[in-house]
Every structure is written in C-alpha cells, then in structure tokens.
C-alpha cells in the first residue's frame, strides 16, 4: 500500500490523478480463515485491526452483509468523549479518546479528529449535582473535565439562550479535549489498514448461521457460502440479537431505531459540541457548515433505520429553546439506525456459550466514540482467549450476577 503524504499529492497532482491504489481490496471469501469477524463497522474494523497491529494475527476476514461502515458507523453524530462515571466506562472511553487523537498518523487516513470541547448541560438541580458528582469522579479517574458556570456556557456558545422558557441552563460539565471526528473516515481508515496487512473485506454477504461442534465453532453460513474459522468476533450492533440467536445463547439486548437530522449549511455559529440531556436534544456543528442534531430513540423494538417522525418534532422544540436561532434554519436530512441497548446502558465485551465465540455490542447510542479502545479490547481477548484489564468488567455475565455497570446518567441523551 502506498503511503498518503504532502509529497503524494504533489506527485498524483502532476500524473492527473492517475497513480492512486483502491483504497481497500474486494476478494473473494477463501475456505477458512483464523479469524472471523461479523460487521463492518468501526468496532468490527477496529477489532481485525489491533489483532494485526498489537498480535500479529492477520488471517481474518471481516464479513459485512451490506457495505462497510453502512450501519451505525455511518450514521452517527460523531461526539467522541470520556466524562462518564463508573470507573471501568472511564477507563475504555479514555483509552479510546487517548487512540482517536493519534489515529490519522497511525491509520495513514486523515480521520479529521476535532478536539473542539463538548458541553453537557446541566437544566435542572438534579443534574448539577449528577454533574458535580461525574467531575468529582473523573478527576479521580485521571479524565480532565470541569463543571462550569452558566457564564462560562454563555462565552463558549455565543447563540446559546441561558434562559429558556422551560429549564434555565444552570452550569454543564466541560470536556476540553472532547469533539468529533469523520465518521465514514474511522470507517475507511481502518479498513485501508486492514487490507494492507492482507486481511479480507468481505462485502455484500450477509452470515446467515453459525456452525459448532462439539461447544465449538466451527465457521458460519454466509450468502457466498460456508467459511470455516477457529475464532468468531460478533459485532453487528442492532443486529446482535439475531446473531447471538444463531450462536445459540440469548443476549440482554434490545434493538431500537434512534435517529438524527442536519440543516442546510449556514457560516459558522458554534465550534463546541452541545448536550442538553434533560430537553432531549444535542447538536454541532459540521465543516460543511450543517448543524447536526441528534434526537431520540424509539420507544419500542424495531429495525428499521428510519425512527418514528414524532421524535423530529420533540427534538427540534428541544433545540430551539435552547438555540432559538434555528427555527429559522432549513433541515435537509433525517435519518436512523438500529441501536443496540443493555439495560445498564453500558456495553458488553464477552466470551460467550459457545467456544471460541466472542460478542462485543451493547454500545447502544454512544459507540462511535469507543471504537478504538473497544477494538483494543476485543482483539486483545481474542488473541489471548480471555478479556484483559479493559474489558474484563464488560461480560455478559454481569446481568445474571447484578455487576452492573451504570451509566444511565452519563448515557442519558442519545449521543
Ligand atoms: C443516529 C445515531 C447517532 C449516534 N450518535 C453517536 C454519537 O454522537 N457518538 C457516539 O459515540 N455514538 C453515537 N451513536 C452510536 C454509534 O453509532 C454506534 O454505537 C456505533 O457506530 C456502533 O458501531 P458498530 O461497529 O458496533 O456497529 P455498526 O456500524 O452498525 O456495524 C455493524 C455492522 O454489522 C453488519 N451486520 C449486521 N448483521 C449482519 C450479518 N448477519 N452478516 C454480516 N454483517 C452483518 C451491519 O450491516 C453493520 O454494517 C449514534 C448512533 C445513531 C444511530
């Protein structure tokens, strides 16, 4: 693979654009393989690459049934940070922020990181103090995070209205070096450097069974025909269910539309990521120049990638007693995606019944921000056959013990 660098683009700028490689190849699935992952998306990718990069195990083929990065991954509002409260939820989203700000040099792929700050408000008492307590813990943690007064919101989001008719803003909790990053981008990075160790992309082919002997995998039944694998990774997001259910075991999952919108393009107006947990709704604001607004997740079990059309009105009024100056913006695009929700709205990392079978889902609405650091963890149980320190919280046990890992509070907005 050809590295990208200024240089490159000197070079192909004077060849006409003629001498650029595909980014990631397309083969045909072979008979077997080391590793199987299931999904395409980032925490899929994410999981083939660091079990190249950190073990050195490069016989793996992801399988996609659509196109990579065509579920959540690409689908997502993009807000990556780590202010959350339990110490295990700290420890994987920090490591993950900590990989997201060196992973265009470590890709090769300009994943166009922006470390521009996310606010979460605080609208009511109760949130001060959630928020007061989730700062205190995070100090503890090693996450640099503040609570911050209402002025101090006011100077870094100038179009903010403090005072809206429902909750005043009363302060938030500041993450200085939270933002956003490309998501198609985190996609396509990991998926280059897959391919460059020689790993398969397997597009277009959907796994339709999985197949044991003896409490041991043995491969899985796809659309282009039996592959055989000594290891299988299921990650698949909304999709987890229906995998778990060919694997024979049951998963405490449940697969809900969650949905988004963004407007037309204005001048820049906001270079902070906003959350305001208790009117439901966030939003940021693109390169493009689009506000990019996140709404919530249906009310009940489905798997359509659209989301009902009473949460665009819900978000949208949110929004504008917080912003009045969008209702006068036009919105361009809404769309969904299948979310996968644990009842601790924290993920699950995890051997399974089955031998040799591993699961990582349950990222619900807040997994983008965790691909690195889950795909970190995930190949590391994978390559050593138990979990490591990372995720060694994070089984599916945990629900049958009650070690549940609470993060309803910092998972409150979908996000
Ligand atoms: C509207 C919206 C906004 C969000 N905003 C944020 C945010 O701001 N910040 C944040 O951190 N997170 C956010 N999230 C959550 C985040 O997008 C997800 O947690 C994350 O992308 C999950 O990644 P994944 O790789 O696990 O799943 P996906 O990207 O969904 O990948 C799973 C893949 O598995 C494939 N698949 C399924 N079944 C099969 C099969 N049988 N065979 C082969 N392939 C299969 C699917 O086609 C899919 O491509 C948001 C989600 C949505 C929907």
Redesign the pocket.
Known sequence: MKRYSAFAIAREALRHHTGWERAWASPEPRKRYKVII?????????TAYYLGKNHGITDVAV???????????????????SNYLQDPSAAIYEKSRDLYEGLSQDLNYNIMFSPRGVIMLAQTEHEVRGYRRTAHANALQGVTTEFISPERVKELVPIINLDGPRYPVLGGLWQARAG?AR?DAV?WGYARACSAMGMHIIQQ????GVRSEGGRVTGVE?TKGEIGCDSLGI?????SG??AE?AGFRLPIESV????LVSEPIKPCMDVVVMANTVHG?MSQSDKGEMVI??GADGYNNYTQR?SFHHIEETVRALVETFPMISRLKMLRQ??????MTGDRSPIISKTPLGGCYI??G?????????PG?GWAMAEMMAKGAPGALCAEFGMDRFREGRFIDESGAAGV??
């Not at 539309?257 to 988004?260: H, N």
């Not at 769309?335 to 996968?340: A, E, F, S």
């Open positions: 299931v999904g395409a998306g980032g925490h899929g990718l994410a399988i996609e049934k659509g196109w990579l990065g065509g579920g959540n991954t690409g689908r997502n509002t993009t807000i990556i940070r956003t998501h996609a082919c959907e796994v339709t796809t990650v698949v997001a909304g999709h229906v995998l060919m539309a969650l949905q988004a966030y996140g709404g989301g769309w969904g995606g299948i979310v996968d990582n889902c990222w619900g609405t807040g997994g983008f921000k965790a691909i889950s979908a996000h």
